[in-house]
């Protein structure tokens, strides 16, 4: 009997590389999924958070892939080395601060050194020509393959016709006719194929899986770095750049507010490493502070955080200010109108 090879498959929980495994297993190869977590994923992160998306699935959509395939996640911490891709990307950034190219390198580049070290025989990714416009171009492919390490050990099950044949082709580990030729940006190929297989569910089509593509998510990154005058970064940043509304009126520190309760009790969380408000007189949310604030710059603080909560149109609204150390005290304070907070302010 021929020996049953092993793939490798990148899973990211959306439909092309759930359909790019099975279309491999279904040729009698035994998969196993590998997701790259470099603390930028959207996966399930906002939704379990926010009240608004309370009737949205709480799942971590590569898991649910895993469970739908039958096969087994191995989920691997990149944060640290995932630093180098986003601040010194040698392909450059897509429309935002997304390194799409080069993280694509990087996450292949380590699951070859996976298949080495697990002794499996190729990868599986689920990208399709032509619809990502950075990393998933004609011309781009070769470059993957390439600068990864990976190579003809690289296969693209949903494209894989449009392509020169990869080893596990040649060698016929896998049968090149049952392989795809999609192209393009419309998924309906793919949604088809779903039907196929009988698969029902699933993440939103050309949703996107990381906040690195979203522009106010880039946005408030950039903010991050030039405030504190370097591109370092730590997981709690990366983390709290994803929840509330952040309010830039100096240079020197900005407001994180909760937009909803969900979000203020996420901000809980932070209020020893943060000088925090509320107000006490009215209703109103959790706002951290972030950076270096002066007595005059906390008062200003106070007057942006009256005017997010119900005491918005009072003539004065007392305002709880805590330290990190947990002492505290009130200020009173005349809330700001919509009017008066220049656009400049809000990141």
Same mark, same amino acid.
């Given at each position: 009997?021929?020996?049953?090879?092993?793939? !490798? *498959?990148?899973? &990211? =929980?959306?439909? @092309?590389?759930? /359909?790019?495994?099975?279309?491999?297993?279904?040729?009698?190869?035994?998969?196993?999924?590998?997701?790259?977590?470099?603390?930028?994923?959207?996966?399930?992160?906002?939704?379990?958070?926010?009240?608004?998306?309370?009737?949205?699935?709480?799942?971590?959509?590569?898991?649910?892939?895993?469970?739908?395939?039958?096969?087994?996640?191995?989920?691997?911490?990149?944060?640290?080395?995932?630093?180098?891709?986003?601040?010194?990307?040698?392909?450059?950034?897509?429309?935002?601060?997304?390194?799409?190219?080069?993280?694509?390198?990087?996450?292949?580049?380590?699951?070859?050194?996976?298949?080495?070290?697990?002794?499996?025989?190729?990868?599986?990714?689920?990208?399709?020509?032509?619809?990502?416009?950075?990393?998933?171009?004609?011309?781009?492919?070769?470059? !993957? *393959?390439?600068? &990864? =390490?990976?190579? @003809?050990?690289? /296969?693209?099950?949903?494209?894989?016709?449009?392509?020169?044949?990869?080893?596990?082709?040649?060698?016929?580990?896998?049968?090149?006719?049952?392989?795809?030729?999609?192209?393009?940006?419309?998924?309906?190929?793919?949604?088809?194929?779903?039907?196929?297989?009988?698969?029902?569910?699933?993440?939103?089509?050309?949703?996107?899986?990381?906040?690195?593509?979203?522009?106010?998510?880039?946005?408030?990154?950039?903010?991050?770095?030039?405030?504190?005058?370097?591109?370092?970064?730590?997981?709690?940043?990366?983390?709290?750049?994803?929840?509330?509304?952040?309010?830039?009126?100096?240079?020197?520190?900005?407001?994180?507010?909760?937009?909803?309760?969900?979000?203020?009790?996420?901000?809980?969380?932070?209020?020893?490493?943060?000088?925090?408000?509320?107000?006490?007189?009215?209703?109103?949310?959790?706002?951290?502070?972030?950076?270096?604030?002066?007595?005059?710059?906390?008062?200003?603080?106070?007057?942006?955080?009256?005017?997010?909560?119900?005491?918005?149109?009072?003539?004065?609204?007392?305002?709880?200010?805590?330290?990190?150390?947990?002492?505290?005290?009130?200020?009173?304070?005349?809330?700001?109108?919509?009017?008066?907070?220049?656009?400049?302010?809000?990141?």
């Amino acid at each position: 009997m021929s020996k049953q090879r092993k793939a !490798v *498959a990148l899973i &990211s =929980g959306g439909l @092309d590389s759930m /359909l790019a495994a099975k279309t491999v297993m279904e040729q009698g190869v035994h998969v196993e999924g590998i997701n790259f977590f470099t603390g930028f994923c959207v996966e399930g992160h906002t939704h379990a958070i926010r009240e608004k998306d309370k009737a949205k699935p709480k799942r971590n959509n590569s898991l649910w892939v895993a469970e739908q395939l039958s096969i087994k996640l191995h989920i691997v911490d990149v944060i640290e080395e995932y630093k180098n891709v986003l601040i010194n990307p040698k392909h450059g950034y897509g429309a935002h601060m997304n390194p799409c190219l080069d993280c694509k390198i990087f996450m292949v580049n380590k699951a070859k050194q996976w298949i080495v070290e697990n002794n499996f025989d190729f990868i599986i990714t689920g990208e399709v020509i032509g619809q990502r416009p950075m990393s998933q171009r004609k011309g781009t492919m070769p470059i !993957v *393959a390439k600068q &990864s =390490g990976a190579d @003809d050990l690289l /296969l693209r099950p949903l494209c894989a016709k449009n392509l020169p044949p990869t080893l596990p082709e040649l060698e016929g580990w896998v049968d090149r006719e049952k392989l795809h030729d999609i192209t393009g940006r419309s998924r309906k190929p793919q949604m088809a194929m779903a039907a196929q297989f009988g698969f029902d569910d699933y993440a939103q089509p050309a949703g996107g899986c990381c906040f690195l593509t979203d522009k106010y998510y880039s946005a408030k990154l950039v903010d991050l770095w030039k405030s504190q005058g370097n591109k370092e970064y730590e997981l709690d940043d990366v983390m709290l750049l994803k929840v509330g509304r952040h309010i830039r009126p100096q240079a020197n520190f900005k407001l994180i507010v909760a937009r909803e309760e969900g979000e203020g009790r996420f901000l809980q969380g932070y209020k020893k490493d943060f000088i925090s408000m509320n107000s006490l007189s009215h209703t109103g949310p959790l706002v951290l502070i972030d950076g270096s604030a002066s007595a005059e710059d906390l008062y200003l603080a106070a007057r942006i955080t009256a005017r997010y909560g119900q005491g918005r149109d009072a003539e004065h609204v007392d305002i709880n200010v805590m330290n990190k150390d947990g002492s505290e005290r009130t200020i009173q304070v005349k809330p700001f109108k919509k009017e008066d907070m220049p656009k400049e302010w809000f990141i």
